[in-house]
């Protein structure tokens, strides 16, 4: 087979496993997104290995990657289309408090753990800041799957994971710098500089040119105009914000529909990049990250470090995060929900990760555990999110229909009996 016919079998595998494991999981009362991270574990080389079949170009792993790798972007974008930007200002506080304890918790945690088990000081300090890092694409998707990405924790659960982000990015970035012997006050001031002026440039971009620029291209004879300004807008904020602000490229895909959703072409981009996400690169994404994990690399000796690491990580998250969310004003309840879905650390733990390996800082053992740490929290993440707002999802059905009822018209047939 050629390597396109090879592309077409192995996308047709994903998509077509990726959207029964889904039906599945939410027949079994679970999110779908976990039935693709679980069907992705057995794709990958934990039990199949699609990618490395005979008959399969080892290259298009890379391919795959790239593809969830837009899946991810789109995501997070569609997160940023479903809000209003003065409604994720109001809860900043929250996000501050939540990001900030988030962040440092597990950090700290993390460290602790590392020198219990005899890691020098650096990569003791790496497997902190690997910990403090999270992934709020698996919690998004959950939340909207749950229609309460608009509740004030969801707000707030959007809002700490860019401050986490940001404060993940500039302590990673320090600390290489230290550890190549660079650092200095004038590079973390740099990289402050860089972090704000993506920020400004990206707000004031969309608050100023962005609506202009999307009435001008909704009037043009140009097929899907706004869909295809809509992609490009987004791909070049993430572009942006890792080149000019060195944060994630997620971040920047966020933000990017926070700034769309002021549009008034917001309903025909939510259309179509609803359709093109969910319809391909998404599910490409959920899929890829079980691709990446293989199990069978995990050493028995290492099972016990690996255990302490998840353990360390979600207990970390979870409570920092929902401290900094009660601090911030949220209620107990609320400050639990948000920990929670802190919790995930997705592409952005296997991110971090990648760069420890590739600057020597951690074993491949080490990386390993960590790798096993990304996939179980990333796991656990939806079931408990689900848990966690079954009382919301109760109430959002019992509302439904009573507005119905609400919003009938009256029966000719009653008004006359009466």
């Not at 029964?20 to 039990?47: D, K, M, T």
């Not at 706004?226 to 791909?235: G, I, N, P, Q, W």
């Not at 994404?285 to 979600?314: D, K, Y």
């Amino acid at each position: 087979m050629t390597t396109f016919l090879q592309l077409a079998l192995l996308l047709s595998i994903i998509l077509l496993s990726a959207k029964l494991a889904g039906y599945l999981s939410i027949r079994l009362g679970q999110p779908s997104v976990l039935g693709e991270l679980l069907v992705g574990i057995l794709l990958g080389p934990s039990v199949i290995d699609v990618l490395n079949l005979p008959f399969i170009d080892h290259a298009l792993a890379d391919t795959i990657a790239e593809l969830g790798e837009l899946g991810v972007l789109l995501l997070m974008f569609i997160a940023g289309l479903e809000l209003h930007l003065n409604e994720l200002t109001r809860n900043t506080r929250v996000a501050a408090y939540g990001g900030f304890l988030g962040v440092l918790m597990p950090t700290v945690l993390g460290w602790g753990a590392g020198r219990l088990y005899g890691m020098n000081n650096a990569t003791a300090i790496f497997l902190g800041l690997t910990l403090g890092a999270t992934s709020v694409s698996i919690s998004a998707q959950t939340l909207m799957e749950l229609k309460v990405l608009r509740s004030r924790v969801g707000l707030s659960l959007l809002g700490a994971a860019v401050f986490d982000d940001i404060l993940v990015i500039l302590s990673l970035s320090i600390f290489l710098a230290i550890e190549a012997g660079t650092g200095s006050i004038g590079g973390v001031l740099w990289i402050l500089m860089r972090m704000i002026a993506f920020l400004a440039l990206s707000v004031a971009f969309g608050l100023w040119v962005l609506p202009w620029l999307m009435r001008r291209i909704a009037h043009l004879p140009i097929s899907q105009g706004v869909l295809t300004l809509a992609l490009v807008v987004m791909l070049a904020y993430g572009l942006v914000a890792e080149l000019l602000g060195g944060m994630a490229a997620i971040t920047g895909a966020f933000i990017a529909g926070l700034m769309m959703a002021r549009s008034g072409e917001r309903e025909r981009v939510e259309h179509g990049v609803h359709a093109l996400a969910y319809g391909l690169f998404v599910p490409v994404f959920f899929i890829n990250i079980g691709l990446s994990v293989n199990a069978r690399s995990l050493q028995i000796e290492l099972l016990w470090f690996t255990l302490a690491i998840i353990l360390t990580a979600i207990i970390g998250k979870w409570l920092g995060a929902g401290i900094g969310a009660r601090l911030g004003g949220l209620s107990l309840r609320e400050s639990v929900q948000l920990g929670a879905g802190m919790v995930s650390r997705g592409e952005v733990g296997l991110i971090v990760a990648n760069v420890g390996i590739h600057e020597g800082l951690v074993s491949s053992d080490e990386f390993s555990a960590i790798v096993g740490m990304v996939l179980v929290t990333t796991l656990v993440t939806p079931p408990i999110l689900r848990v966690l707002f079954a009382e919301e999802k109760q109430k959002a059905q019992r509302t439904a229909p009573e507005a119905e009822q609400v919003a009938a018209p009256a029966d000719p047939q009653n008004e006359e009996a009466t």
